[in-house]
């Protein structure tokens, strides 16, 4: 039987400048004990405004702050204190760690999950699913959850407040989304979650290409004077919701296969999201498209400071490419979404090419 097609998402989105100043009036409903995960810089974004919003409230807060990695052993602690504290909603407020710590203890508590993201620099507030590692630090396993965070709140002047290159880096994660979930509904590849994937998922992910491409270079300059404008609340929306919401409901394919490739060399600097800009490049050139839309994309990542070539990602030797190229390849890896599927020596082959392009470009 053919897979189910289905559409997921937060059950309540929330962005705008000062949103926190509404947090207790927008989530008030979900209870009354809170806990609160929040990254060093995710508390001091956020304490104060939160605190704001539940003035004449005698509801109970608890904050934890939280300096590790989304682990089973801090998972493990958090949820003693969800139980110890009788807490009704645990939210994340911070980056990716905090993010996946709280998602984690809300679902094996059974409790109601709110994200606050203080960047915007991947996908992992709005999906259904994190990253958990061992507690020396290694990779352990992809959670999926049965839903998607009950409600994800972003204010836009924290993500004004935060340094540019999570937003550039982000926009780099969101560029994939399209043509990765292209790819994949092309050859009626399950999405992320395990479904069919909808028309509507997919008109999502071209709308994030879209706005990508209207407002990126205005939010940029938005963003480095730390000012909340609407290019920047488009470009808020594409990274955060557009992008998660659309690859969650799409699939992954070369761009994301090209980051696992890349970062399994081990040591490497690079951002996710710049990895998976460069990434989408390689893809357009494995599927082979037309002048016109490789020149757009590529075009696009000039414009907002995302990289074009290897060099920009600190890959300079042969045998790094060819490593890549092996293990993007593996078995399981999204690149296999790709129509007609791809060898390693033919992506191989699309990197230096598209590397070569980039640099034409440069004038290298
Ligand atoms: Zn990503």
Known sequence: MKLLRAM?????????????LKFHEEMGYMGKRWLFICSRSGYKACHDKIEKSFEGTDDFRRYEVFGGISSKGEIAKMKKIV?????????AAGGGSAVDTAKATAYYCKKHIVVIPTVVATDAPCTGLSV????????NTYLFYPTNPDAVIVDS???ANAPVEFLISGMGDALGTYFEGRASIRTESPSLEGTG???SGLGLARLCYDTLRAYGSQAIKACENHVVTPALDAIIEANTYMSGVGADNVNCAAAHSFYNGLTSLGGHKASHGFCVAFGTLVQLVLEGVVKEEFDDVQGFCIEVGLPITLEELGITKDEEIRKIAENACAEGETIHNLAGDVT???LYAAIIATDAMGKAVLGK
């Open 8 to 20: 997921r998402e937060p059950l309540k989105y929330v962005q705008g400048k000062d949103a926190l």
């Open 83 to 91: 139980e110890e504290d009788k807490i009704d909603v645990v939210v």
């Open 132 to 139: 958990i590692y061992n507690d020396d630090g290694s990779f």
């Open 157 to 159: 002047q924290v993500i």
């Open 197 to 199: 994937i909808t028309r």
């Open 344 to 346: 390693p020596d033919e």
